[in-house]
C-alpha cells in the first residue's frame, strides 16, 4: 500500500515535471508595438518605437538561445476604440503575448485593461498618466519611461522653489492633460503656490492665441503646458509671438521630448526647463545606443525617452523570460517576474520595477541650450539637475493602487 | 470688455486663414464644378515651398510669397491637366474622391520623408515684435496676416465678379460651349482658374508657416473646417465664403473664450444649424 501511495505520488510528480518542462520549452514570443503611427505623436514614439523594440531582440541575444521572436505594429491613430480593437486582435488572433509602447493616456487606459483580460504583458513607454500605476494599476502592467506625477514633481517643485509660484494652465482636454494638471497642481499647492486658472483646449488645436491672450491676462507668473506633441510645440511658438517671456511670465513645458524641441527650433525654445527620464547624450552608453539607433532611423534622429523606454522596458522583459527559463504565456507571472529582477539597462542606469508596476530610474532636469551653444543638429539639452528615482515617482505608501493592498 | 477686443482680434487672424482657403475652394466649386479635398495638402505644400526656398535656397519671406502660389498653383494646373479635367460632367463624388486620395498621397509623401512634429519656420525680421494695444500685445506678423489676407481676397473677388476676364469665366461655367463659340479657350481658362485656386492654398500655407509648425498634417487638420465654412457660406459663393470665413475665426475666437472645449465643434453646430433652417447656405442659391 505504501508503494502504491509512493508510486502515485512519483507518478504525479512526474506527470507535473513534465508539463512544466513543456510550458519551459516554449520559446516564442510575440510582441506588438501598438503606437500613434502618423499623428502628432509619431515622431517621439511611432516607427522608432518599433526599430527600438526590433533592436532590443537583436541585443538581448535570445535568438542565439534557441528563441523564436516576432514583432508586429499597429496604428492607434489616436482613438482608444481602435486601440482596443488592435489589441483584442492581437491577443485572440495573432497569439501576441507583449504590448509595448502606447502614447496617449486615453488609448493607454483603454489598452491596460485589455491586457489585464487577456493575462498578456504591458510594458508602457509612450503615455504619461498616473493612473496606470495607481486607481487603475493592473497586475500585467509595467509602466516604464515617465509619468505626470514624475513631471509635476521635478518640474514643479523646481520652477515653484524658483519664485513661481502663481500657476495657469493650458490643459489638453482628456485623460492625460487632466491627470498632469491635477498631479501639477497637487505639487504647486503642497509648495505653498497658487494655481489661478486654467483652460482646457481640444486635443490637436492649431492656434493657441486665444489661450495664451487668456494666460497672459491671468498675471500667473508661469504658464503651465499640460499638454504634448504638436500642441506643446504650438503653444511656446505662439507664446513667444505674443511676447509672454518678455512680460515677466514664464513657460514651463511640463512634458517636452527631443522631438519637440527639435520641431520648435533652438532661436524660440531656448531656455525652457522641463524634465526627462532618458536623453541622447547622458554618457557613453546612450550616446552609443543613440548612434547605432539613429543609422537606421530613416532622418537620422536620436531616439526620444519613449523610444528608448520601449528598448529597456523590452530588455527587462527578455531577462525575465530567460530567468523563467521559456515563455509561459501568463502575463501576470511574467510581471511578477519583472518585479523580482532588479532593472538595470545602458539607457536608464539601475532601478526598480514596483509591486504597482511602476518603474523607478533617475529623472534629469534639462534647460534648451541656446543656438550658440550647440554643436550638432540634435545637440538641444543641457543637464541642469538629477533627481534621484526614489524622490521623483510616486512613493508606494502614496499610491493608490489596490495591488498593494493585501 | 478688454479681453472681448483682444478674442475678436485673435477670431478676425484665424478667420483670415479661413477666409483665403474657403476662398479658393469655393473659386474652384464655383468654376470648376469640383470639390476639392486636395485644398489643405497644397496648403501645406506652399508651407513646406516657403521652408525649402529659405533654408536651401536663401530666398526670403518675401519672395516665398509669390514664388510658393506659381510653384504649387503649376503643381495643382499639372493635376487638373492629368486628372482632373477627365471628371467634367460626372457626379461630383468622382472629384472629392479623386481629390481626397491626391490629398492622402500628398500628404503620406511629406510624412515619409519629414516626419509629423514638423519644422521650425521664423517670423521675417521686418514683422517681428508687436505693439501694445492697450487691451492686448498684437504681434505685428499677426496684423499683416489679417490686411494682407483681406487685400487678397477682395483682390480676387474684384477679378471674379468685376472684370473682362471673371466674366468670361462665369459665363464659361453657365455654358461652356456657347463660350467656346466666341473663340475663348475654355479648357485652358478652366486650368488656370485651379491653378489660381490651389495658388491661394498655397499663399494661405506661406502666411501660415511663420505661426504654425511647417507639418504635413497642417493642412488636413483644418480643411474640415474650412469646409464647414464653404457649406455655411454657401458652395461656391465668392463673397460668401469671404465674410463666413471671417466670421466663424470670430465666433470660434469667442467659443475660446467662453467654452474652450467646445472650440473645435462650435463650427460644426453652426453648420447643423445652417443646413436645418437655410440648405443652400447663408448666401447660396438653389442649384
Known amino acids: ?406 | 470688455m478688454q479681453a472681448l477686443y483682444a478674442q475678436l482680434l485673435v477670431g478676425l487672424i484665424n478667420g483670415s486663414f479661413y477666409a483665403l482657403l474657403s476662398l479658393g475652394l469655393a473659386v474652384i466649386f464655383g468654376m470648376l464644378n469640383i470639390i476639392n479635398f486636395a485644398h489643405g495638402a497644397l496648403y501645406m505644400m506652399g508651407a513646406f515651398v516657403a521652408y525649402f526656398l529659405l533654408n536651401l535656397g536663401g530666398i526670403s519671406y518675401w519672395w516665398a510669397l509669390l514664388i510658393a502660389p506659381i510653384l504649387v498653383g503649376i503643381f495643382g494646373m499639372i493635376l487638373e491637366r492629368t486628372m482632373l479635367q477627365w471628371l467634367t460632367g460626372l457626379d461630383h463624388l468622382y472629384g472629392l474622391l479623386l481629390t481626397f486620395g491626391i490629398a492622402l498621397i500628398v500628404q503620406g509623401v511629406f510624412q515619409n520623408y519629414f516626419g509629423s512634429s514638423g519644422l521650425p519656420y521664423a517670423i521675417p525680421d521686418q514683422l517681428k515684435g508687436g505693439v501694445n494695444l492697450g487691451f492686448m500685445f498684437l504681434p505685428i506678423y499677426r496684423g499683416w496676416v489679417v490686411i494682407f489676407s483681406l487685400v487678397v481676397c477682395l483682390a480676387t473677388w474684384f477679378l471674379i465678379e468685376k472684370t473682362q476676364l471673371g466674366a468670361y469665366l462665369r459665363a464659361a461655367t453657365e455654358n461652356p460651349t456657347l463660350v467656346r463659340a466666341f473663340g475663348i479657350n475654355v479648357p485652358r481658362m478652366i486650368t488656370l482658374t485651379y491653378g489660381l485656386g490651389v495658388g491661394l492654398a498655397a499663399l494661405a500655407g506661406v502666411l501660415s508657416a511663420p505661426i504654425n509648425q511647417v507639418r504635413p498634417l497642417m493642412g488636413a487638420d483644418l480643411i474640415i473646417v474650412v469646409f464647414a465654412v464653404v457649406v455655411i457660406g454657401g458652395m461656391g459663393s465668392i463673397m460668401g465664403s469671404i465674410i463666413t470665413g471671417f466670421a466663424l475665426g470670430v465666433i470660434e475666437g469667442f467659443t475660446k473664450y467662453y467654452y474652450p472645449e467646445a472650440s473645435n465643434t462650435v463650427v460644426f453646430v453652426l453648420m447643423v444649424l445652417v443646413l436645418l433652417v437655410k440648405p443652400t447656405g447663408l448666401t447660396g442659391r438653389a442649384a
Not at chain 1, 512680460?247 to 533652438?266: C, E, N, P, S
Not at chain 1, 534622429?301 to 530567468?323: E, I, R, S, W
Not at chain 1, 539637475?385 to 502614496?398: E, N, S, Y
Open chain 1, 1 to 406: 500500500m505504501k508503494n502504491m501511495i509512493s508510486a502515485l505520488l512519483l507518478g504525479t510528480a512526474l506527470t507535473l515535471a513534465s508539463a512544466g518542462l513543456a510550458s519551459a520549452q516554449d520559446k516564442t514570443v510575440k510582441i506588438g508595438a501598438l503606437s500613434d503611427q502618423s499623428g502628432l505623436y509619431a515622431d517621439l514614439a511611432g516607427p522608432g518605437s518599433t526599430l527600438a523594440a526590433q533592436m532590443a531582440v537583436e541585443d538581448s541575444k535570445l535568438k542565439d538561445k534557441g528563441w523564436k521572436i516576432d514583432i508586429i505594429s499597429g496604428d492607434h491613430q489616436n482613438k482608444p476604440d481602435i486601440g482596443t480593437t488592435i489589441a483584442r486582435q492581437w491577443f485572440d488572433v495573432d497569439k501576441v503575448d507583449v504590448i509595448v509602447d502606447v502614447p496617449n493616456s486615453g488609448v493607454a487606459l483603454a489598452v491596460n485593461n485589455v491586457v489585464k483580460e487577456k493575462n498578456g504583458v504591458y510594458i508602457n513607454s509612450g503615455a504619461a498618466t498616473s493612473d496606470l500605476t495607481n486607481a487603475q494599476c493592473s497586475p500585467n502592467t509595467v509602466h516604464w519611461t515617465y509619468d505626470t506625477y514624475m513631471l509635476a514633481h521635478a518640474t514643479g517643485q523646481a520652477l515653484v522653489k524658483a519664485g513661481g509660484d502663481t500657476w495657469f494652465f493650458l490643459t489638453a482636454d482628456y485623460a492625460f492633460g487632466a491627470a498632469l494638471e491635477r498631479d501639477t497642481t497637487a505639487v504647486v499647492t503642497a509648495n505653498g503656490g497658487k494655481v489661478v486658472g486654467g483652460v482646457k483646449h481640444p486635443l490637436n488645436t492649431a492656434d493657441f492665441s486665444s489661450f495664451l491672450l487668456q494666460a497672459q491676462a491671468s498675471k500667473a507668473k508661469i504658464i503651465g503646458l499640460a499638454n504634448a506633441g504638436g500642441d506643446t510645440t504650438n503653444s511656446i511658438k505662439q507664446a513667444a509671438e505674443f511676447g509672454i517671456g518678455k512680460g515677466g511670465q514664464k513657460l514651463a513645458g511640463l512634458l517636452l521630448f527631443l522631438t519637440d524641441v527639435k520641431a520648435i527650433g533652438l532661436d524660440t525654445a531656448q531656455g525652457l526647463n522641463f524634465t526627462e527620464t532618458f536623453y541622447w547624450d547622458l554618457n557613453d552608453q546612450t550616446r552609443a545606443f543613440s548612434k547605432r539607433f539613429s543609422e537606421r532611423m530613416k532622418n537620422s534622429a536620436p531616439p526620444t525617452m519613449v523610444q528608448a523606454g520601449v528598448y529597456a522596458g523590452l530588455m527587462h522583459y527578455f531577462k525575465a523570460l530567460d530567468a523563467l527559463g521559456g515563455n509561459p504565456h501568463d502575463g501576470a507571472k511574467i510581471v511578477a517576474k519583472m518585479k523580482e529582477i532588479p532593472a538595470d539597462d545602458p539607457l536608464f542606469g539601475k532601478g526598480e520595477v514596483q509591486a504597482n508596476g511602476r518603474v523607478i530610474h533617475n529623472a534629469y532636469l534639462f534647460e534648451v541650450k541656446k543656438p550658440s551653444e550647440s554643436k550638432s543638429p540634435w545637440d538641444l539639452y543641457k543637464l541642469v539637475g538629477t533627481v534621484p528615482g526614489d524622490q521623483a515617482f510616486t512613493p508606494l505608501d502614496k499610491s493608490s493602487c489596490a495591488l498593494l493592498k493585501k
